[in-house]
T-cell receptor
Framework: NAGVTQTPKFQVLKTGQSMTLQCAQD?????MSWYRQDPGMGLRLIHY???????DQGEVPNGYNVSRSTTEDFPLRLLSAAPSQTSVYFC???????????FGPGTRLTVT | TQLLEQSPQFLSIQEGENLTVYCNSS?????LQWYRQEPGEGPVLLVT?????EVKKLKRLTFQFGDARKDSSLHITAAQPGDTGLYLC???????????FGRGTSLIVHP
């Protein structure tokens, strides 16, 4: 099993550009989440999904969109990148929120 | 959103020393997890505690869940350079099943 995979690993965007961060898991987990990690801020939840076709907002959803058309994939879209979105982004999956969350290796995004 | 306070934020110690990291909240947790994150990687689960007063041991790491399920601690005995990393607690409770992460404790163990 590959676990949770994320692409790309690094990305540099200009302000106003759009892009999609990819996340896929092969563990048949129902729950998937996107977090951003900034220095001294821990992990903050952006969006999450409890199953295919179901998504909801987390703590910091503004500027991000998600969709969940399959159990395996949970892409995160930045429609118009801003410097405040410079961060490291982690995708995670689990079979429930009380059980272990498996994290991907992260995407380091810089917006100039 | 419930707030998890972790302390200390930074810890720099010598190999062989003992240390304790704390995770506190004003809310009651239904469960609490501890993760460790190494540079350039995602967090990896160390332990989950669910019962008030519970103590779990993982080699030199001892995890304790408070009786009231509002706080937890992680104690490392005889720290080694391989223990270096960011330690994060995550808890779900206060009426929400979505876990919230603390800001983390960054530990450096010098040889």
């Amino acid at each position: 099993n590959a676990g949770v995979t994320q692409t790309p690993k690094f990305q540099v965007l200009k302000t106003g550009q759009s892009m999609t961060l990819q996340c896929a898991q092969d563990m048949n987990h129902e729950y998937m989440s996107w977090y951003r990690q900034d220095p001294g801020m821990g992990l903050r939840l952006i969006h999450y999904s409890v199953g295919a076709g179901i998504t909801d907002q987390g703590e910091v959803p503004n500027g991000y969109n998600v969709s969940r058309s399959t159990t395996e994939d949970f892409p995160l879209r930045l429609l118009s990148a801003a410097p405040s979105q410079t961060s490291v982004y982690f995708c995670a999956s689990s079979d429930s929120f009380r059980s272990e969350q498996y994290f991907g290796p992260g995407t380091r995004l810089t917006v100039t | 959103t419930q707030l998890l306070e972790q302390s200390p934020q930074f810890l720099s110690i010598q190999e062989g020393e003992n240390l304790t990291v704390y995770c506190n909240s004003s809310s009651v947790f239904s469960s609490l997890q501890w993760y460790r994150q190494e540079p350039g990687e995602g967090p990896v689960l160390l332990v989950t505690v669910v019962t008030g007063g519970e103590v779990k041991k993982l080699k030199r790491l001892t995890f304790q869940f408070g009786d009231a399920r509002k706080d937890s601690s992680l104690h490392i005995t005889a720290a080694q350079p391989g223990d270096t990393g960011l330690y994060l607690c995550a808890g779900a409770g206060g009426g929400s099943y979505i876990p919230t992460f603390g800001r983390g404790t960054s530990l450096i163990v010098h040889p």
